[in-house]
């Protein structure tokens, strides 16, 4: 991002925080930042396109800082990484960033709450390489859910710190006290078999994010190769007729697709269509939370 970029997304970052994301117009950016509607358009497509500007210039100062933390030190020292993760909450503080994203996440514009919702995953898995820098390799299966525990216990806890007693508390000290918890949650995510989080999971849920959202049509393809090239069980043919059935219904019902997913992927553990079941199943997963008043 050029100087005159910073620019412009500094003057738009103080007009959502004065006004709102929704009640900031691009021609209020461009007022504010003394430019012409030319040049503003030369850099950014749409307001949206500032805002992710503005997320990405966040995460890039953060990424920088934490590079700078970690140049002459140990990868696993857990100190150093303690530090590291404190950085973006406290840029995020300086810039007022939690109002922005409040806003972001429950707005009605499903291309914005993407955004953010892109950058905590981007979050989440910079943590994860950083955990298997210090807990090993063992735990790069589990290193992305690792992520997201220590991030959901971190500021639940600086949450209701805050309630109880009005102010911050100190961050490191925080983040410290939940890396006594992690090692006993790394050691059941490695040993035990606690995970939740499968791979194909994973991998729909950035795939949602990058891409456009899921068609029904598309899943109704995927379920009827299904049926036509694989040699399949009872069960199997049965729970798979089912869903597809129901997904061509006009008035198709949530509740039921939602009910038969479960047994439909059990149906298929421990053979050579589970990974492809296993998709299927966690795309309509996603499809049956998505916004269903666009056209399908």
Same mark, same amino acid.
């Given at each position: 991002?050029?100087k ?5 997304v500094e003057h738009a970052?103080?007009?959502f ?6 009640? /900031?117009?691009?021609q209020?950016?461009?007022?504010r930042?003394?430019?012409s509607?030319? /040049? ?11 805002v992710s500007?503005l997320l990405e210039?966040i995460?890039?100062?953060?990424? +920088?800082?934490r590079? @700078? =933390? ?7 020292d857990?100190?150093?990484? +303690?530090e590291?993760?404190t950085v973006?909450?406290?840029?995020? @503080?300086?810039r007022?960033?939690s109002?922005?994203y409040?806003e972001l996440?429950y707005?009605?514009d499903q !291309?914005?709450k ?5 950058h ?8 994860a @390489?950083?955990l ?8 790069? &299966?589990?290193?992305?859910?690792g992520?997201v ?10 949450? /209701?710190?805050?309630?109880i007693?009005?102010h ?7 983040a410290?006290s939940?890396?006594?918890?992690m090692?006993y +949650? ?5 040993h !035990?078999?606690t995970?939740?989080?499968? &791979?194909?999971?994973?991998? =729909?849920l950035k ?5 456009n &959202?899921?068609?029904?049509?598309d899943v109704?393809e ?6 036509? !090239?694989s040699?399949l069980?009872?069960?199997?043919r049965?729970?798979t007729?089912a869903?597809? /059935?129901e997904l ?5 019902r949530?509740?039921v697709?939602a009910?038969l997913l479960? &047994?439909f992927a ?6 050579? @269509?589970m ?7 966690t795309?309509?997963?996603y499809?049956l939370?998505?916004?269903h !008043?666009?056209p399908?």
């Open positions: 991002m050029n005159r970029q910073r620019s412009i970052l103080k007009l925080l004065e006004k709102g994301i929704r009640h /900031t117009s691009v209020d950016i461009i007022d930042a003394s430019i509607k030319g /040049t503003f358009y030369n850099y950014f497509s749409s307001k949206n396109e500032c500007a210039q995460r890039e100062e953060a990424s +920088i800082t590079s @700078e =933390m970690l140049s002459g030190k140990d990868a696993k857990r100190d150093v990484l +303690i590291q993760i973006l909450m406290k840029l995020n @503080e300086k007022g960033m109002t922005i409040e996440i707005s009605g !291309e914005l993407r955004l953010v919702l892109k905590r995953i981007s979050e989440c898995e910079w943590l @390489e950083r298997v820098d210090v807990y090993g390799e063992e735990l790069r &299966p589990y290193a992305f859910e992520a525990i220590f991030y959901g216990m971190l500021q639940q806890l600086l949450f /209701t710190r805050k309630l007693d009005g911050l508390h100190d961050r490191r000290t925080v410290s939940v890396f006594h918890y090692k +949650i790394i050691h059941s995510l490695i !035990e078999d995970a939740l989080l499968t &791979p194909e999971q994973l991998g =729909m795939g949602n994010l990058e891409a &959202p899921i068609q029904k049509n109704i995927e379920l009827r190769d299904l049926l036509a !090239e040699e069980s009872d069960a199997q049965d729970l007729q869903l597809l /059935t061509e219904r006009v008035d198709m949530e509740a697709v009910a479960k &047994p059990e149906a298929y553990e421990d053979t050579a @269509e990974r492809q079941v296993r998709e299927i199943s795309k309509l997963w499809y939370r998505q916004d !008043e666009r399908i």
